[in-house]
Every structure is written in structure tokens, then in C-alpha cells.
């Protein structure tokens, strides 16, 4: 059966009016979060933070989640922070990029957005407490501590020389993972047409220590995820930060 050119017009018409209705139902990047307080001391408060002086330390970017450190005796402090153990098909779940520019973007958001909240807090920054550390002597021992601190734990001499070099009573170390999960079957449709769901994510932990006594004193972490369908725009690392970041210090002291 043969289609006449009126009929055509119509077909095309509807088939747009279709689409313009659909476009604007279609929302851009979602980016959600959430956040929990893991561990705080009851001698610790907001109070107290701010008669004192923090430094902030740069993001450990982690490449996988790491697993508890032990408990090592009287020599070194539990790491507070264990990320969960990725799944049990890691194909599926994988670092996006750990490199120094995430360091770089997560360290300049948590600064930034501390400073914004709580302008009293007597701050030092990332950079500067790497300098500090830097002309204290303790490059190597930085290093080291980046690389072993979510396999290791904190020792407490380590502790009580970055409390003495950065010259502040409570130190910020905080973790971040920056992950990529691509299911194999397609769980989300759009009409007839089905397309696999990517999730990113941004999680960050910090534990805030008091350098005076070698005790941690808060605990708490953020994310910040999208789950990208049809239609859906890649989030920038940044969004996601900024989410993960927000969370976290919602429920900061």
C-alpha cells in the first residue's frame, strides 16, 4: 500500500511531536550522595576545633578498596578507614583514574568548601602542610605514609612529628576511590531501545586525629554517584567531587 503525501506529512509531524515531548522529559545528569558518621569522641567538638589549629593533608587517592589493617600492638594506631572490598567479579567495578590530578581536584574542593563553611577554623592547606613537611625533613616519611596509611595504619611517632612540623593539634587525612561499574545486562529502558546503566562514583573518608594525645577523634565519609542512562550526560569529576564532598562535611563537627 502505497503512503500518499499528505499522509507522509502527518507521519512526520507526529514523529516529531514525539520527540519534542520526550527531549525535555528526558533530565541531565543526576548526581546523588549520601554520608555517614563512623566514629566521633565524646571529648571532641566543634568548640574545641576551632581554638586550635588543623591540617588539612592532600586526598590519598586509592586505586581499589583495601581491606582493615590489623591491629598491630602499641606501635602504631588502626587504620580508622576500610573502604568495602570490591565485589567478587572486579571486571565489573574499576578505577577510572587515579592520578595526581584527582589528588590535586579533591584536595582543592575539601579546602575550599571547609573554608567556606567554617571561615574560624585556623586552617593549614594541603600545599602548605606539604611544605612544612617538606622542610621539616619528613618528604620520605610523607611519602611512605601516602603510600601505607590504608594498609598500615598511622604510626604514633609519625603522628606526633606531622603534629610538630605542621605546628597543629588535630591533622585531616582523608581517602577517596574513584570508581566505574558497568553491568552486563541492560537494567534500564527508554521506550523500546535499552541501554546499559554506568554508574560513577566519588567516595571520600576522612578521620580527623588529635596530634597531642595520638588518638583519633572523628570519623566519617561521603559519596557522590550518578547512574548514567539514555539520554544522560557524563558527569564531570568535579560534580561528583563536589557532591562526595558536601556530604562529607554535613556531618563534620
Known amino acids: 500500500m502505497k503512503i500518499s503525501k499528505p499522509q507522509k506529512s502527518v507521519i512526520i509531524w507526529t514523529v516529531l511531536v514525539i520527540i519534542i515531548t520526550i527531549l525535555p522529559a528526558c533530565p541531565g545528569t543526576k548526581i546523588s550522595g549520601w554520608s555517614q558518621q563512623a566514629y566521633r569522641s565524646p571529648e571532641f567538638n566543634h568548640s574545641l576545633l576551632t581554638q586550635k589549629r588543623i591540617a588539612i593533608l592532600p586526598v590519598i587517592v586509592l586505586t ?4 582493615k589493617a590489623p591491629d598491630q ?20 567495578e574499576s578505577p577510572v583514574n587515579t592520578n595526581d590530578a584527582y589528588r590535586l581536584t579533591l584536595s582543592e574542593v575539601l579546602l575550599s568548601k571547609i573554608q567556606t563553611k567554617w571561615s574560624a577554623l585556623n586552617i593549614v592547606s594541603p600545599n602548605d602542610a606539604v611544605k612544612r613537611l617538606s622542610d621539616g625533613g619528613l618528604s620520605a616519611t610523607y611519602s611512605r605514609f601516602s603510600q601505607d596509611f590504608s594498609h598500615t595504619g598511622l604510626d604514633k ?12 593539634r588535630f591533622l585531616l587525612i582523608s581517602q577517596a576511590i574513584v570508581t566505574e561499574v558497568k553491568p552486563e545486562a541492560s537494567v534500564t529502558f527508554v521506550w523500546t531501545f535499552g541501554r546499559k546503566q554506568v554508574q560513577r562514583s566519588v567516595k571520600i573518608s576522612a578521620q580527623i586525629w588529635d596530634t597531642q594525645s595520638g588518638q583519633q577523634v572523628w570519623e566519617g565519609s561521603g559519596m557522590g554517584y550518578s ?6 550526560s557524563l558527569p564531570l569529576m568535579e560534580e561528583l567531587a563536589s557532591q562526595a564532598v558536601d556530604n562529607l562535611i554535613s556531618i563534620m563537627p
Open 64 to 67: 581499589y578498596p583495601t581491606e
Open 73 to 92: 600492638g602499641s606501635q602504631s594506631v588502626e587504620a580508622p578507614y576500610a573502604p568495602q572490598v570490591p565485589p567478587s567479579k572486579p571486571s565489573k
Open 157 to 168: 611517632d609519625i603522628l606526633n612529628n606531622f603534629g610538630s612540623a605542621l605546628n597543629c
Open 227 to 232: 547512574m548514567l542512562s539514555a539520554y544522560e
